[in-house]
């Protein structure tokens, strides 16, 4: 720690994703990435838009992306924000709702981050417990002090909540923000944009990086009411007025229009995901039903810790967290079916 620093930089524990080991040699399995490349329309885009468009500042308003993004869920302009990926989206959101003296509320076990800004922009938390199945104890989100967030999917566990627990949840906090995640939401959820037209505390953050395959292009967004994506825009204008570069605006746009492509591999990777976890079941594990590109799954007899690591020596990366409740957990995202096969046979050579 150095003398240099500020408060904030002293209080800041940063979030460490996943092992980023890009060897052609890895099947990489640890950060929920799609093993399918983006539609073939992103490319013929990018290409586009180099040719004689990059000494131009990008839209500040970033149209017209939110334009294609609103018109693809049925909202406004006015009601669609745009981020450098979800995680900017979401950073944005902690500063624009919570607040400092009011203790905002999210699940114990869920996405990583969600501590990590609340650290970041002095905002006090508290976590909810799970239930012992690792669903949402959904009562024990009413009436918070500060505001809710909640991943739907959650992460790691995989699981879904039906969006009436989320209709209960934004009816339980009138008056502040409830932020609902749904990074994995289009692996086999209902979303609650439908529910951003009746309750106006709602804000629906969705990304282009699992689904759409851009993961490497950092796009994200948010839905809600146009009161709150304006207090977004004011966050976002005194940090960069241009978030979103021209090549990710242009690629987001293609890969969102290109509806055909992604159900086909939207539906691919569930297909994936329900041969996995009834082959992982039959090596010995126990696997959470998943809504999402990724299963949580423990082993009846072998520590996750240790598949972990005999998994990496076999040049397989999954994901194991050093965390209370799901340290014997191995997050593992779906691949391809052959890298899934390879998976599978190591596991069995392992076990
Ligand atoms: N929310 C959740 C629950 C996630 O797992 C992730 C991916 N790690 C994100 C948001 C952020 O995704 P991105 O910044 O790539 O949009």
Redesign the pocket.
Known sequence: MSNYWSDMVKRTEPYV?GEQLNRSDIIKLN??ENPYPPSPRVKEAILREMDGQLQKYPSPSATPLRSVIASHFGVTEQEVFVGN????V?AFSFMAFFHQHRKIRFPEVT?S?YPVYAKLFAIPYETVPLNADFTLDVDAFFHSEGGVIL?NPN?PTSLYEDISSIEQILQKNPETVVIV?E??IDFGGTSAIELTSRYDNLLV?Q????SRSL?GM???YAIGNPVLIDALMRIKDSFNSYTVDRLAMVAATAAIDDDAYFKRTTEKIVQTRELAISALQQVGFTVLPSKTNFVFATHASVQAETLYKQLKENNILVRHFNAPFIDNYLRISIGTDEQMEMLLTTLRKIL
């Open positions: 994703p950060t929920n990926g979800s995680d900017e979401l996405y981050f991943p992460a995640d990074a994995y953050v990304t282009t990086s699992k993961a950092r796009v994200g």
